[in-house]
């Protein structure tokens, strides 16, 4: 995932300090402060109910650049499902992906899974963890045409056809699983309609719900695509048929439902003519000039493809489509029948995750990151509480309650911003280039535009936020917060990430390893305002020396140390992107673009204990394919299976030299043979892993 680059505003003279900044200036709070307490921001958080779990019971994998998932001794890894193969037994088992029509991709698994998400077959509350079937529900991210039809030699021969295929690879799955001693399958439905299995793509009926329901670019575009998409026949009214795109990651319910964020949507948008009427119009529209800007969605220039994706997708004819997209998704697996919904009070943003924790009063929050350099962390909260003894009743709970943008300040505290009508009028009055917000929903349309003016804290790509519960789904009240990296400002500016010491010109190195944040709310709720905050883990290479430099050679500073310790041992990582618990609370760390930063490792899965002390001690579990990305990693129910998706395998070779030029100027095969080995093509697969022993993962 490579977000735009945007840079920061200073807006109404509110400047709100960048989260390096924070951490840099702790040294300067601690001065001004003498002769009170020392505040030690590596581990000043109340700690919460988590005892200190028992080594880990695994030895390292060393780093590797092998086109396999390498994984421990006394450890087999398998693939569950992988790109094209059916889920029905009505689509011919043998898949050939340059025959592959729309038609049939609807049909299969798609491309580049990434969050993961197993349900029991059969519902309870509390959830059981014995069952032998499950339902596995996963995000289809994105579908890069240069990985998906081998015998082409060129990009300028990717017809229109190819492109609808493409959309219909991505959005969301839906499949049976079940396991018997170690040994884990897929379970095929007949048909499409008799069974639980199926795909929901960017053609799909959804509905729109809550406050943003009704907003006039949603209106606008649900026009434009109902009218270019045929109608489904059992579609409910006030369908829109854009489905879904972009879905990175999400989360559960307690009632049994899937949430999937959708995220960098903007590239599945181009513009074909810079002078279409309907595209000025939108232009006088100062709130979409805005949106554009912020989305990185094409504006006022032609940009696209050699051949056009369904006319939907292009900005010139459908100007507000991008507000389809950015929303967080609700899927029942249970309920085929049921038509998605697009949980707008959870505001629009490049969510990569929606997970959820109960308050102490039993209502819902869902906290989210923003996937791109200077976003923010959020959350909601419900007003309605959740009912463990009627699981439908709980299916509109996230139609209504406050949304929260994460404040942190420089002592260690923190607060949760609410995103309100009225307070984000009063900021658009100190900062006249913005448009009022119209209502509520104009609001959480422009969510990242309110949580900005508002005060938020500027993060490094927020990327996963997860939080430990109970088995009745309460928040322990502790909350990990990853943020990837920061690589695209290298020196310090006010609102930038900086790392190193800083050099006479007031310069610093940037956040090339990313890190990990602890937010503990206040009195262990995830209904607080308030919250104390460090840093858990400063992502890099605990034998760092001075010097370093990246495989392109530019300086960088992956030292782990912070207020001159170590924040980390053992294995290093960067770029931590997706993480899980298990049940000794050991945090599970997928990444996504190590190899830029240690090139002598593919990206990689590894694991900390959440309650140990500074430094934290980090093994390494996983390592991927070349060219991948790791995601979506989960623990099986019984806990003796580690899920993860291995995403678009060789995008890059060893030397990170892209597809793209590898392909259509190199004119070579893509770099890896994953899953299947030998001369196959790659593809993107569900990976399950297993202790050979039948034991417990990790232990």
Not at 198 to 218: C, D, E, K, Q
Request: glycine share 10%; net charge negative.
């Amino acid at each position: 995932m490579s977000p735009r680059r945007h840079g920061r505003k200073l807006e109404a003279g509110l400047m709100t300090k960048h989260i390096q900044d924070l951490i840099a200036s702790r040294r300067a709070v601690l001065g001004a402060f003498a002769g009170l307490p020392l505040l030690n921001l590596a581990g000043c958080a109340t700690p919460g109910p988590i005892a200190a779990s028992t080594p880990l019971g695994f030895a390292s994998v060393a780093p590797t650049n092998a086109d396999t998932v390498t994984v421990p001794a006394g450890y087999s890894a398998r693939t569950l499902i992988a790109w094209g193969d059916a889920l029905f037994d009505s689509v011919s088992p043998a898949f050939d992906p340059d025959a592959l029509t729309r038609t049939e991709q609807e049909q299969r698994w798609g491309q580049n899974n990434d969050m993961l998400a197993l349900f029991p077959a059969q519902y309870a509350f509390p959830w059981p963890t014995g069952q032998r079937d499950m339902l596995l529900c996963a995000n289809l991210e994105s579908a890069d045409p240069v990985l998906m039809f081998p015998s082409l030699t060129t990009a300028r021969e990717l017809t229109a056809a190819h492109w609808e295929t493409a959309y219909a690879a991505t959005g969301i799955g839906v499949v049976a699983v079940s396991h018997a001693d170690g040994a884990w399958s897929i379970g095929k439905d007949a048909a499409p309609g008799q069974g639980r299995n199926r795909r929901i793509t960017p053609f799909s009926p959804v509905l729109f719900a809550g406050p943003a329901a009704a907003h006039r670019w949603i209106a606008s575009a649900a026009a434009i695509v109902n009218a270019a998409e045929p109608t489904h026949g059992d579609e409910p009214a006030g369908a829109v048929r854009c489905g879904t795109l972009a879905n990175c990651a999400g989360g559960r319910t307690p009632w049994g439902t899937y949430l999937s964020s959708e995220e960098n949507f903007d590239g599945a948008f181009i513009l074909r003519d810079a002078n279409a009427p309907l595209l000025g119009a939108a232009q006088a529209d100062q709130a979409w000039i805005f949106d554009a800007g912020k989305f990185g969605y094409p504006l006022f220039a032609p940009a696209g493809r050699s051949a056009s994706p369904p006319r939907q997708f292009d900005v010139a004819q459908n100007p507000y489509g991008p507000a389809l997209y950015g929303w967080v998704v609700e899927v029942d697996p249970y309920d085929p029948c049921w038509t998605p919904r697009k949980r707008t009070a959870l505001g629009r943003k490049k969510g990569e995750c929606a997970t959820t924790a109960l308050t102490k009063d039993g209502r819902v929050t869902v906290y989210m990151g923003d996937d791109q350099i200077d976003e923010f962390i959020y959350k909601f909260v419900s007003r309605g509480r959740f009912d463990p003894a009627d699981r439908l009743a709980n299916r509109d709970l996230l139609d209504d309650g406050q949304l929260y943008a994460a404040r942190f300040d420089e002592t260690g505290a923190g607060e949760w911003l609410p995103l309100t009508l009225a307070s984000a009028n009063r900021a658009v009055e100190e900062a006249p280039y913005h448009a009022p917000f119209a209502d509520e929903g104009d609001l959480m349309m422009r969510a990242r535009e309110a949580a900005r003016l508002l005060g938020a804290t500027p993060m490094d790509r927020p990327e996963d936020v997860e939080a430990p519960v109970d088995a009745h789904w309460r928040g322990r009240g502790i909350v990990l917060a990853v943020c990837t990296y920061n690589r695209n400002e290298e020196f310090y500016r006010p609102g930038n990430p900086r790392r190193g010491a800083a050099q006479s010109d007031g310069s610093q190195q940037a956040n090339v390893a990313g890190h990990i944040i602890r937010i503990d709310e206040a009195a262990e709720d995830s209904g607080a305002t308030t919250f104390r905050w460090e840093v858990f883990a400063l992502a890099g290479d605990p034998d760092a020396g001075d010097g370093f430099t990246l495989p392109g050679g530019a300086a960088a500073d992956v030292s782990i140390t912070l207020d001159g310790a170590p924040s980390i041992t053992g294995d290093r990582f960067t770029c931590p992107d997706n993480i899980c618990f298990d049940s000794a609370f050991n945090v599970w760390i997928a990444t996504d673009g190590s190899p830029a930063v240690f090139p002598d490792c593919n990206d990689a899965v590894l694991v900390t204990p959440l309650a140990s002390p500074s430094p934290r001690p980090v093994k390494r579990f996983l390592v991927a394919p070349v060219g991948a990305e790791v995601c979506g990693p989960t623990i099986a129910p019984d806990e003796t299976a580690f899920l993860c998706a291995i995403q678009h395998p060789g995008e890059s070779d060893v030397n990170n030299t892209p597809i793209g030029e590898l392909r259509w100027t190199r004119h070579q095969r893509p770099p890896s043979n994953f899953p299947d080995g030998g001369a196959s093509w790659p593809r993107s697969a569900v990976v399950v892993v297993t202790r050979d022993d039948g034991g417990k993962i990790g232990a």
